[in-house]
């Protein structure tokens, strides 16, 4: 594969993510989020891919098989069998009203490409024009999580930040040791179980996942 072919089709991959990122700013269903989540996933996984075919960096091959087991099956299967359990169907509350989110999402990537600026010019790789992406993309699934009243919603704003620093990694430097990302995957996965049980825990406790519930109730006590 011609090594600018390659750099053209890391880019239009790099804004999908983008898009879908945005996407679980607006998206207020939870099956929706899940569907996001899940094509984000996908779209990181085909690009590490293409990634380690141009790079030669075989080790990629493997972050990609485990990228799409992980982010495409595995975790979104979980948050599902999660949301069944505790009934939760309803449309998703917001702190900030999803214009406002907007605005504060388009600053947000604005400013990650004046920061990745310099790192752009002087770097030589091929990803070199996807690390303000990457680097919007963890900022936005931030700004997911303290936008969000949810719980649930919230979990799935820090995978989306997991997602972006793994985007991150492979634009900055072809991917993490495999070592660590094998690390990181099965962390997130105990993660995901440790998560599930939690939040069964506290709805059958408060009868709630909304996490200002939850506040006035302590509040209360």
């Known amino acids: ?12 991959l790099a804004a999908m993510i ?8 607006v998206q207020r269903r939870m099956n929706g989020l899940l569907h996001l989540f ?5 779209f990181l996984a085909v690009s590490t891919g293409v990634v380690g075919f141009v790079s030669g960096v075989h080790d990629l091959y493997i972050s990609s ?9 595995l975790l979104p299967y979980i948050l599902h069998v999660l949301m069944r359990k505790l009934k939760i169907h309803r449309e998703v509350e917001t702190v900030v009203k ?15 490409y004046h920061l990745t600026a310099p790192i752009r010019e002087l770097s030589t790789l091929v990803t070199r024009s996807t690390l ?26 820090f995978l989306a930040m997991e997602n972006g620093l793994l985007f991150a990694a492979t634009s900055a430097t072809y991917g993490m040791p495999l070592v660590v990302e094998l690390g990181v995957a099965l962390d997130l996965l105990i993660a995901a179980f440790i998560f599930g049980i939690f939040f069964f825990h506290i709805s059958t406790t408060f009868d ?6 939850m ?7």
Do not use: C, W, Y
């Open 18 to 25: 983008l898009l879908t990122a945005f996407g679980l700013l």
């Open 98 to 112: 999803i214009p406002t989110t907007m605005l504060m999402g388009i600053a947000l990537v604005i400013f990650s």
């Open 38 to 42: 899940a094509l984000q996933g996908f």
């Open 1 to 12: 594969m011609d090594t600018e072919l390659a750099a053209q089709i890391n880019s239009l």
């Open 132 to 157: 303000a992406v990457a680097l919007a993309t963890v900022m936005l699934g931030f700004l997911m999580m303290i936008t969000r009243k949810h719980a649930v919603t919230q979990i799935i704003g």
């Open 65 to 73: 098989i485990l990228t799409l087991t992980m982010k495409v099956v």
């Open 215 to 221: 506040a006035r109730l302590k509040e209360e006590d």
């Open 208 to 213: 709630s996942l909304d996490v200002d519930q």
